[in-house]
Each structure stands twice: as structure tokens, then as C-alpha cells.
């Protein structure tokens, strides 16, 4: 059979696949050296958390500038063992060209210089050097106090493992864990995405339910998450409006991530720090004529992937059924939720009802294609330009949508199929409109209805 749903990226076509029925870790960026990706200590808390907006569950920047240069003598222990052993770290090797950056021109200096080297192809470095100044302007359109040493910090980063992953490329499993050491993938992707949100005008509808999905995630319980899809920050965003109410919900995450996110050079660092889902998207599934057969066999371990995580219980799962981010639409320039493909929605449905364990499915809603909106139109080549924006951004899930409840009047499989996904997608709908009355028109709170109550939790 062929089940074809969404990824957080684009709709995924699964071919011929055949379905038999995590706490805390410490807040710093960087630990054991004997995993894959050690990176320098040299790269430090300064590094990765100036400015310091605010201490972070009591632990201050400082704190954890000391809590990692405590550990290097243990690392430089561990590099002596590995050097006798024969191994070699592929960091050992890496340029130091971005850590060791302290300023603008240090940064578009070493753009240039590792292009020259040949270790940056052309097309990457010209990219890095546009997200340079589209980052700077939206950080410093903030307002934050000592934002130009937030860009400087946060991109000399982001650079380096840039230019890692092109020295090293990293190949992304079916199933792909978010890498948290010895570099800590995850928080890099916070430290960069917390500075684009304008949490003064950011909100969280119904935050207790994410509350309650996290109370059934740990007593087993299999929650698919079923919404819209707007921008390449997305899961970070929703990791960053949680973190002070639901950290375990951003950590747990699952998301069904299409091939473009884990294969874009500027893309890949940011989606080592997810858990992620990978697929190839069904609007790229033909480029290549050549490589169908290998995606859809890619995409039937990935399938597989999945049921046996749902049989496990206790998994979250993220997927936007719309096969790919919203766009504007054309005549009037207005956002909203691109509509569901029903296959998909059912077929997920499907697979969260046979896994054996207690599935509950949710609407949730997005609202933050500012931070980083997509082109106007689907690409085809990779390698997209990137516009990054400084701006508030939105939150919101619903209550469990039942299937039995919805189509209980239904005549056929395909009614049902068809008013379930319309459900869900009104839903999000609905919420999205709230956002957008909170966000876009100034109305924060007051926008909430006795459907949607909106809230703020980090403060």
C-alpha cells in the first residue's frame, strides 16, 4: 500500500510499506569529548549565551561559563587518550577561523578566506555572508541591550558548525535523536532563535493542555500533534514559548522533517539539534527520476521508524499535514494555514490507532512566519535564500479532536477521512485567527475567546 502523509516540511509519500501493527540534561552547551563533533572549550558560556538576557533556572551566565572551563583539563585528558588510542576527533582537524572570531570583520573575513581555501563552496559563503546581515538587522531592530555582542557570539557559532558540516557532513539516520553532546546542538538553536522573538508581544493559547499532554506522555500515552507549518524556526519556537511552563515538551518533540532541512549546508546544524523524523518530501520526490526508488525505500524505513516508536508509547509527535509551510496569499498578502491533505491526516490516525497504546491527536496552531519566512513560492534547487525578522510570534493547541466523535454520522471510510481533517484543520484555523488578533492587531489577552485562553508563561 502507499501512505502518503505530511512532514514538517512537505507532504511524504511512504511507498509500498506495510505497518504490523527523556529528563533534563545540564544547561551547558558542552560536555565529554568522546562523542562525535568535540568542539574547543575555547568556544565557552561566553560564546553561546552572552548577552545574559536572565538567569536560567538559577544557574547564571557565569555560572556556566565556570561550570564548562571546570572541565577542561578533563577534556584535554580525554583528547591525550584518544590521540594514544589512535583516534582523532574530526574537531581536531576543524579551522578555528569562526571560534576565534571577535568581531564583524573577523567573521566576513574568514567567509572569504575559507572560500579561498576551498573548504566553503561558493554558493555557501555567499549564502553564510547574506544570513550574516539579515540576522544583524533583525537582532538589532530588538532594541536588547548589548545585541551587536549577541550577533557576534551567535553567529561565529553557527558559522563553525557551518563550516563543519560541510568539512565533515553529517548523514542524518531514519530516526534522528537531537545531538546534545559533546556539543549541545539543542541549546545552539535557542541561543540563536530567542533573540528573533518578541516575547512582549508573543502568547501561548491554552497553555494547560500542554501541561496535560505532558502528564500523558509520561504514563504512555502516544500524542500527535497536527498543525500548520510556517517557518524553518518552528520547532525552536515552540521549544522557546514552552520553556518556562513545559521544557519536557520542546526536549521530547518528534518531528516528521522532509529531506531539504537535514541536506541545506546553512540548514543541517540547526536540525542536529531536533528530533527528527526524516522523510523526503512528496513535492521533491521526482526531481530526480533516478533517486525515486531510493527515497521511497528511505521513506519505508522511516514508516517503520515510527510505528515502532508508537508501539513503544509515550511519544510525541509533531506533523503539519499541509506538505509544507504557509504562504501568503498573492492578492492580499494575507497569512493562513495552508489546507490538509486528508491522506495524510488519516494515515497518521491510522498508525497512532494501531500501535497498540493509548493515541490522543491535537490542533494545534502556528503564528510566526516573521522570524524567518519562506520564499514566496516552493523551490526546487536547495539553498534558499534566508530572511530572518525580529518579531512576536504565537502558540496554541486545542483540545483532543476525536475521530468516532466527528464521523459518527459518516456513510463511508472516505467522508470520514475527508470531515476528520476538516476538523482539525478548522480548528487550527480558528486558533490561528486569535494569534493573529493577539499578534498582528495589538490585541494581546484580550483576543482571548472561551475557546482560546491566551496566556504568557515566562512571565
Known amino acids: 500500500m502507499t501512505l502518503t502523509f505530511s512532514s514538517s516540511a512537505a507532504t511524504v509519500a511512504f511507498a509500498a510499506a506495510t505497518v504490523t501493527s527523556s529528563a533534563r540534561v545540564p544547561v551547558y552547551p558542552l560536555a565529554s569529548s568522546t562523542l562525535r563533533g568535540f568542539v574547543s572549550f575555547r568556544l565557552t558560556a561566553k560564546k553561546l549565551f552572552l548577552p545574559p538576557l536572565r538567569s536560567r533556572g538559577g544557574v547564571s551566565v557565569r555560572a556556566m561559563s565556570e561550570l564548562v572551563q571546570d572541565k ?93 558540516g560541510v568539512e565533515d557532513p553529517y548523514t542524518f539516520n531514519p530516526y534522528h535523536k537531537a545531538v546534545r553532546e559533546p556539543f549541545d546542538y539543542y541549546m545552539f538553536v535557542h541561543t540563536y532563535i530567542r533573540p528573533l522573538i518578541d516575547f512582549k508581544n508573543s502568547y501561548v493559547g491554552n497553555a494547560s493542555i500542554f501541561s496535560e499532554l505532558e502528564d500523558k506522555i509520561r504514563q504512555g500515552h502516544n500524542i500527535v500533534l497536527i498543525s500548520n507549518h510556517q517557518s524553518e524556526a518552528d520547532p525552536a519556537v515552540i521549544s522557546l514559548l514552552l520553556e518556562a511552563q513545559s521544557p519536557f515538551i520542546g526536549e521530547n518533540i518528534k518531528c516528521v522533517a522532509g529531506d531539504r532541512v537535514i541536506t541545506d549546508p546553512l540548514c543541517k546544524p540547526f536540525s542536529m539539534g531536533r528530533n527528527l523524523i526524516c522523510v523526503y518530501s512528496k513535492k521533491h520526490m521526482n526531481d530526480d527520476p533516478e533517486l525515486v526508488d531510493m527515497k521511497r525505500k528511505a521513506n519505508t524505513r522511516s514508516l517503520k521508524e515510527m510505528a515502532t516508536m508508537l508501539r513503544s508509547g509515550g511519544q510525541l509527535i509533531w506533523i503539519a499535514p499541509s506538505g509544507g509551510r504557509d504562504r501568503p496569499n498573492p492578492s492580499t498578502g494575507e497569512w493562513f494555514p495552508a489546507p490538509f491533505d486528508s491522506s495524510s491526516v488519516d494515515n497518521m490516525r491510522r498508525l497512532v490507532e494501531h500501535s497498540g497504546a493509548p493515541g490522543h491527536i491535537y490542533p494545534m496552531s502556528l503564528l ?30 486545542a483540545p483532543e479532536i476525536s475521530f468516532s466523535d466527528v464521523t459518527a454520522d459518516c456513510e463511508n471510510p472516505n467522508e470520514a477521512k475527508e470531515a476528520y481533517s476538516q476538523a482539525l484543520y478548522k480548528s487550527v484555523n480558528e486558533q490561528y485567527e486569535i494569534l493573529n488578533s493577539a499578534i498582528k492587531h495589538r490585541r494581546g489577552v484580550e483576543a482571548s475567546t472561551s475557546a482560546v485562553s491566551l496566556s504568557q508563561p515566562w512571565n
Open 72 to 164: 577542561e583539563s578533563s577534556v584535554s585528558a580525554s583528547i591525550a587518550l584518544n590521540e594514544t588510542a589512535g583516534e582523532t576527533p574530526s574537531e581536531l582537524n576543524h579551522s578555528r577561523t569562526f571560534l576565534d572570531a571577535r568581531s564583524e570583520q573577523d567573521l566576513l573575513s574568514g567567509i572569504k578566506k575559507e572560500a579561498e581555501a576551498g573548504r566553503l563552496p561558493a554558493n555557501v559563503a555567499s549564502g553564510m555572508e547574506e544570513l550574516y546581515w539579515n540576522y544583524k538587522n533583525a537582532v538589532l531592530s530588538s532594541g536588547a541591550s548589548r545585541a551587536d555582542e549577541t550577533v557576534i557570539s551567535n553567529m561565529s557559532v553557527a558559522f563553525d558548525r557551518m563550516l563543519l
Open 368 to 397: 510566526c512566519y516573521d522570524i524567518m519566512p519562506p520564499p514566496p513560492q516552493v523551490e526546487k534547487e536547495i539553498g534558499e535564500k534566508r530572511l530572518v525578522g525580529f518579531h512576536g510570534t504565537g502558540l496554541s493547541i
